[in-house]
């Protein structure tokens, strides 16, 4: 069989189109006489609760209340820009809630389903003349409109901000802070601490997180005096200060009775810049050769084994994945960088650990050294619907440019209780711009997930939790990484924290081989494009699949088929159009074609319910000659299903429009398909809202595999047909088809 490399410069392919016509507005299911008689005596009881407040509880004299969106008006087209600017109120959050609408005109919609929270800020004197505004609004106005898809209106309760059980012996608490226009973080802090102190709690200065529109503190003080803490207007949430989770083994590590060889070779590349974040080293470890720098976070602190044994193992398993015992390692494809973010201080003798090893994590993040990093550790926290943790916010935020590739170990909570759902995806797991790994218990074809591997679904968007799972060992077959001491000795061990570099060292690998000729979001984007499950796997255990083994299968093409990368930048507001590149003959026989979307997108912390602010809206367009009477453009066909991104309650059209990945494979007639292409539209909002063409650009990446099983050198016939397409040859020469890419 023939060698054929991925196919490159897909991007050169892609030109401007111009818009579609807008479509007309819906039907209300409210007027708004009936708006003003429900929600203005809810206005007032608001207003009421507000003055009640204590002076100090609200700085600037501004309190928060909570206003539902009706299901049917959630699109950021539907923000109540207007209505807001008219009654001097502004936006500071949101988050996804359950409601039953009074009224419904949508045919297929749910009695009980999803809808938009948001969280609306002003002074207790505008929230007063609130309800004599809303009276006077007529028909047809904006901020008449925008009331009438309100469904209901309240103050924020103590209820709402306090988060998870605190128990009456915990003085260690995590608050986030709402954050207000035109007010900076120490501003909102200087005023918290004041209200704290005099409820005797103590606010920790040396870690703090402003991240977007949020502050995330951590206090100390009184369990009892939580409720007075959590009428400070502008607290979003409150919770105990979860512990570190990921630092120490699943299991004590079972030394296996032989020992291995190390490889004889260097690493393959010395051009990826890698980074594992993890409990530090042994003094004496066999893997020093192939780290670059060994790094302590803080240098006062000590080690502790248990850390060093983890962090060993997890460097190991990127360096060489699983050793097989009695074998040669495999060959590194590249060396790291280790910084020690756990230590002594991390071993519950710091309250506030979580919050100083973020910070440890951040300072990394912040050097921009590293095109590709691993985190197996985080907050034992299950992921939270309503609210963007700290540790999330943090990640996001930084690798919003698409310049990192991040791992990240999603929990070994899975066996945990599922109707509270502590068997949940953990933080930082839910990020959407890193690259969230669950755990394999085989290396063979009958693999399934781990029993302990968190499971999903992840927060919204973000739905498709882990993103993929790589094999992390179990009691039936063990993960195996070196033991302490100068001896290549071995350990059994298992854990998403091994499964997560492991899928790092797939990721370097392809960088290794192919260079600078891949970005790290495009990597991404292939590892996922060619994960694989059984059909019927569950996408909350196993996401998109089991990540291959064998770099061939990622990097190479088969006979009957080509893999076309496209990467670069979007415009917001603009329409782009991607051909599908194919010979001049038409193809004939049963084809398929899978595609995989991937993009970095900067976040808005404080908006759970709008949390990514770009989206992708993708028309698959098969057949150049079939259109409809009078349309621009040719027919439409669905490719990617926005159900899989909806709970049973859900009718949210746009669910799928904000992931910031899609797949899908689908199986054609070669003739169906003339000047095939995809037209992608990037969405900008901010705080929910449309947030116009002023909005950054993005980083994207589209990976196309066609298979025509009747077109034996399709990769050949695509090259010549494509002048601007260029095969993405190695840097190095290997034995690329022996399967042991790496050895």
């Not at 206090?219 to 409150?238: N, T």
């Not at 080293?281 to 080690?303: F, I, T």
């Not at 044994?309 to 460097?315: D, N, P, S, Y």
Request: hydrophobic letters at 40%; aromatic letters at 6%.
């Amino acid at each position: 069989m023939a060698t054929r490399f991925l196919i490159g410069q897909g991007e050169l392919l892609t030109y401007d189109i111009p818009a579609p016509p807008i479509v007309p507005s819906k039907a209300h299911p409210y007027t708004l006489a009936q708006a003003k008689e429900y929600l203005v005596p809810r206005m007032l009881d608001t207003a009421l609760a507000m003055q009640a407040l204590p002076a100090d509880a609200c700085p600037e004299d501004v309190a928060v209340a909570k206003l539902n969106l009706h299901p049917a008006y959630i699109a950021k087209s539907f923000f109540p820009r207007d209505l807001l600017r008219a009654a001097n109120l502004t936006s500071v959050g949101s988050r996804t809630v359950r409601v039953k609408p009074r009224s419904d005109t949508r045919k297929t919609a749910p009695e009980v389903c999803d809808t938009t929270q948001l969280f609306v800020a002003g002074t207790r004197a505008a929230f007063a003349k609130l309800p004599s505004i809303a009276s006077e609004l007529v028909d047809g106005s904006k901020p008449g409109i925008q009331l009438a898809e309100i469904e209901t209106f309240d103050p924020m309760t103590i209820e709402d901000r306090i988060r998870g059980e605190i128990k009456a012996t915990t003085s260690v608490f995590e608050v986030g802070l709402h954050l207000l226009p035109g007010s900076g973080a120490d501003e909102v802090r200087v005023r918290f601490d004041r209200y704290a102190k005099k409820l005797g709690f103590e606010v920790n200065h040396q870690w703090q997180f402003p991240v977007g529109r949020m502050l995330f503190l951590a206090v100390a003080g009184p369990a009892s005096k939580i409720p007075a803490l959590a009428r400070f207007s502008l607290v979003r949430a409150i919770r105990a200060m979860p512990a570190i989770r990921g630092a120490r083994p699943m299991t004590r590590g079972t030394p296996v009775s032989v020992g291995f060889t190390l490889p004889a070779a260097a690493p393959l590349s010395d051009e990826p810049s890698v980074a594992i974040l993890d409990g530090g080293l042994p003094k004496d470890n066999v893997v020093k050769r192939y780290v670059g720098r060994y790094l302590k976070s803080d240098d006062s602190a000590n080690d502790i084994d248990d850390y060093n044994e983890h962090g060993l193992g997890v460097t190991s398993a990127f360096l060489f994945g699983p050793i097989e015992p009695g074998a040669v390692a495999p060959r590194p494809f590249a060396s790291a960088d280790h910084f020690r973010v756990l230590d002594a201080l991390s071993d519950e003798e710091d309250p506030y650990e979580l919050y100083r090893t973020l910070g440890h994590v951040e300072d990394v993040l912040l050097s921009r050294q590293y095109q590709f990093i691993n985190l197996s550790l985080g907050p034992n926290l299950s992921t939270d619907d309503g609210d963007v943790h700290a540790w999330t916010a943090v990640l996001d935020t930084m690798l919003s440019d698409g310049e990192t590739l991040m791992t990240v170990a999603v929990g070994n909570n899975g066996e945990a209780d599922v109707a509270t759902g502590l068997h949940r995806i953990q933080v930082p797991g839910d990020s959407v711009n890193a690259l969230s790994v669950g755990a394999a218990n085989r290396t063979s074809a009958d693999w399934t997930r781990a029993t302990y591997s968190a499971q999903g679904p992840g927060r919204s968007p973000g739905r498709r939790k882990p993103d993929v799972v790589a094999f992390g060992g179990s009691p039936k077959e063990y993960f195996h990484v070196p033991t302490r001491g100068s001896k290549p000795s071995l350990t059994a061990t298992m854990g998403t924290s091994f499964a997560a570099p492991y899928v790092l060292r797939t990721a370097v690998g392809i960088r290794a081989v192919l260079g600078e000729a891949v970005h790290p979001l495009t990597i991404k984007a292939l590892m996922i494009h060619a994960a694989r499950s059984d059909p019927g796997a569950n996408a909350d255990e196993v996401g998109w699949g089991r990540i291959p083994t064998d770099l061939n299968e990622i990097i190479m093409c088969s006979d009957g088929e080509a893999r076309i990368l496209y990467q670069g930048l979007l415009r917001p507001g603009k329409y782009l159009r991607a051909p599908v590149p194919l010979p001049k003959a038409p193809l004939t026989g049963r084809v398929s074609l899978s595609a995989t979307f991937c993009y970095a997108s900067p976040v808005d912390v404080e908006d759970a319910a709008a949390y990514t602010k770009a989206g992708l809206t993708i028309a698959f367009r098969p057949h150049a000659a079939k259109t409809k009477k009078g349309a621009r453009s040719a027919a439409t066909k669905a490719f990617f299903s926005q159900q899989e991104f909806r709970t049973e309650q859900e009718q949210r059209s746009d669910l799928g429009k904000w992931e910031t990945v899609l797949h899908a494979t689908h199986g054609m007639l070669g003739s169906s398909l003339n000047q095939a292409c995809f037209d992608i539209h990037y969405n900008a909002r901010d705080g929910g809202a449309n947030a116009g063409t002023g909005s950054e650009l993005i980083r994207y990446a589209l990976v196309l595999t066609v298979r025509a099983p009747k077109h034996t050198d399709l990769h050949g016939d695509i090259l010549a047909s494509h002048g601007l397409l260029k095969a993405i040859e190695p840097r190095i020469s290997l034995p690329l088809r022996s399967g042991s890419v790496g050895s």
